[in-house]
């Protein structure tokens, strides 16, 4: 059974959204996503809610969620990890045949939080990872063993964060557009060396909502689908001390799960427009060749500016990524299309200090059945 994206909807992104609490946040998304994808959201039935307790502040917070997007007594179900984690298990929920719509929502309220590192800080083991130093120490480490081992160095990291965050310029959804120099950004305030404050995405506030359906459903209903080709995750140890730090292991299981789905062998050939997870600048690299893309030239790498142009929205960063995808796909990027873009690779990382991912892969026209 084919499943097609019906409809998106995206509240934010903000440095900061005091008019707005998160539950309000959702709620447009999701009027937005719904108006988008021809229903009502009685039509519905059932939604996977992206979202941590921990991070929301108070515990079982997926039990408001009925309430923003319009699901009152139909079950919900929690995934707590990237964005792209909640579509897989959509995907899945609608292949089984019980279902026909399902919504997906996302959400950041990062300004809420007053100590945003604490809570990367207690996602460490207490006992040998939970160091007296900034939690960011992890990702200076993961990009010295990257450099080492292969060609890139630190004007390449720089040159990232510099790309994404002046390409986010034509995004109007990007609140961290801005022109730096290499220079700039390597001679900013160390965070952790050889990481710089500019190459950490800063956070921001935003709600993502998707609606999916099958592929009768949205060709009788949405506007403009888009279709599921792919889709796939993976991750690597839970223990840091066992990973090999230089690469990820759980990019590289998810893109394969999701590619071969899609039936695509070589991705830098045969899709159109990429999304990769750039929360560290050295991430963006370090992913795409874990993705088997290495050092090809990509020039629809990221046209939405990434994580370090619209903000690290938590659980939220994949659909971020996911929308923009959407509207590539549908000619409706603005200033940041890509001509003819027909195929997207979307990736999410879960953040540090996992090593957890997932790849989606999108098409405009279904290519088979």
């Not at 992206?50 to 919900?76: C, H, M, T």
């Not at 100590?115 to 460490?124: G, I, M, N, P, R």
């Not at 007296?132 to 004007?155: I, N, R, T």
Request: proline share 4%; aromatic share 6%.
């Amino acid at each position: 059974m084919g499943v097609a994206v019906m409809g998106v909807g995206m509240c934010g992104a903000f440095p900061a959204s005091d008019g707005l609490s998160y539950r309000e946040l959702i709620a447009r998304a999701a009027q937005m996503a719904y108006r988008d994808a021809g229903i009502v959201p009685s039509q519905l039935d059932g939604a996977v809610s992206v979202e941590e307790d921990f991070v929301s502040g108070y515990s079982i917070a997926d039990e408001y969620v009925p309430d923003q997007l319009g699901v009152p007594r139909k079950p919900v179900y929690t995934i707590c990890g990237d964005f792209l984690h909640g579509f897989g298990s959509a995907v899945m929920q609608i292949e089984t045949g019980r279902f026909e719509l399902v919504v997906v929502e996302a959400y950041s309220k990062a300004s809420n939080v007053l100590h945003k590192d604490e809570l990367l800080h207690f996602a460490f083991d207490p006992i040998t990872e939970r160091l007296g130093v900034s939690p960011h120490y992890l990702a200076a480490l993961e990009m010295q063993h990257f450099l080492a081992g292969s060609g890139f160095d630190l004007d390449d990291v720089a040159e990232v964060a510099r790309r994404n965050r002046e390409i986010a310029l034509d995004n109007p959804l990007a609140p961290y557009g801005a022109r730096t120099t290499i220079e700039d950004i390597l001679e900013s305030r160390p965070v952790a060396l050889p990481l710089t404050e500019p190459m950490i995405a800063r956070h921001a506030d935003a709600a993502v909502v998707v609606v999916l359906g099958t592929d009768e459903a949205a060709r009788r209903l949405a506007r403009k689908p888009v279709f599921v080709a792919g889709t796939g995750w993976g991750s690597a140890s839970s223990i840091v001390a066992r990973r090999d730090l230089g690469t990820s292991e759980g990019t590289e299981v998810a893109a394969g799960l999701a590619l071969a789905e899609a039936g695509v062998e070589d991705a830098a050939a045969e899709c159109d427009v990429f999304y990769v997870s750039d929360l560290y600048a050295h991430r963006q690299l370090l992913h795409m060749d874990a993705l088997g893309l290495g050092d090809a030239e990509l020039p629809a790498l990221n046209p939405d500016g990434g994580c370090l142009g619209m903000g690290d929205l938590f659980e939220a960063n994949g659909g971020a990524r996911l929308y923009d995808a959407v509207l590539q796909l549908r000619g409706e990027a603005g200033a940041h299309q890509i001509e003819d873009a027909g195929v997207a690779l979307v990736h999410g990382w879960r953040g540090l200090p996992t090593d957890s991912a997932a790849v989606a892969v999108l098409e405009r026209e279904r290519r088979k059945a």
